[in-house]
């Protein structure tokens, strides 16, 4: 953690609703004249897209069948709790990106899959923003959630999470359903063992539960929509939050517990807004002050 230099970390596994984080926290900076330094989660795998299917089969051949993005194995883990220390040191660091498809990747003159060349980081940022698969990952010998000022978990529940991917990757990339099935069950036991602790190592966390039947996600037709879900708000230290402004402007909100809020889906972006705006504002006046 840094008072001059502070990070926030969004983690969540793909489908959870993390770009719905992405753009409330891009709609702070730009209303707040904030300076983002943005770090993708994919940038900090060890394996290109080539590299980590032959891996994959490799390890398989050598009786791991559960070998994915999900586990430390196949992640630059320190490298990424390096990259928050030395930002948190002097607003420093190396990062690069990983190119999802052809657009991302013409600007570069590279191929999909790929990664680009590691770059220091520009100086001038405000404070660095993560969104990947392991912002508040931990274990023997790495802490990467001791280095993050602000961490936000977002996670749907399993049926649901389930069903947006078997969507995504069945009508976008083609994918047959026993293909994405098998993805589902290769990445269980990372899934438990690496991503689920960490939600209790986050400042707060969204989980969206859908609220209408999800009992079979290899059978479902849609995605739940937002006005069919809720969002379940945990903050795990609810002290300076004001519940009662929060109740008032989300309308249709309720408190379950003392440090739990529940909103209904189509408000998730405004709540986002209401909660992280104070906390973001908190970082910068500590850094000028610092």
Request: hydrophobic residues 40%; charged residues 20%; contains cysteine.
């Amino acid at each position: 953690m840094s008072v001059k230099h502070p990070i926030i970390a969004i983690t969540g596994s793909s489908g959870a609703g993390t770009s719905t984080v992405m753009q409330s926290f891009q709609h702070i900076f730009r209303r707040e004249g904030l300076k983002a330094q943005i770090v993708e989660g994919d940038s900090f795998h060890r394996y290109d897209r080539l590299s980590m299917r032959a891996e994959m089969k490799a390890q398989e051949a050598a009786g791991d069948r559960h070998f994915s993005h999900f586990g430390p194995e196949a992640n630059l883990l320190e490298a990424l709790q390096d990259l928050f220390i030395a930002y948190g040191q002097n607003g420093g660091g190396q990062v690069r990106k990983y190119l999802h498809d052809a657009d991302e990747a013409e600007p570069f003159g590279q191929e999909p899959g790929t990664f680009t060349p590691w770059q220091d980081i520009p100086e001038g940022s405000d404070l660095m923003f993560y969104e990947g698969l392991h912002g508040a990952y931990a274990d023997a010998q790495i802490d990467i959630a001791k280095q993050v000022d602000l961490c936000v978990g977002v996670v749907p529940t399993i049926n649901l999470e389930w069903i947006q991917k078997l969507h995504r990757d069945q009508k976008m990339r083609g994918y047959s359903q026993e293909a994405v099935t098998d993805t589902i069950l290769r990445r269980m036991p990372d899934y438990v063992s690496h991503l689920c602790p960490q939600f209790s190592r986050t400042h707060v966390n969204f989980q969206r539960v859908p609220i209408v039947d999800t009992s079979n996600p290899f059978i479902a037709r849609d995605i739940p929509t937002a006005d069919e879900s809720m969002v379940v708000i945990r903050f795990a230290n609810p002290k300076g939050i004001d519940f009662q402004y929060l109740l008032n402007i989300l309308h249709g909100s309720m408190l379950t517990r003392p440090n739990t809020l529940v909103v209904p889906g189509g408000k998730m972006g405004l709540a986002m807004q209401m909660i992280f705006t104070p906390m973001v504002l908190r970082l910068m006046d500590h850094k000028r002050r610092a």
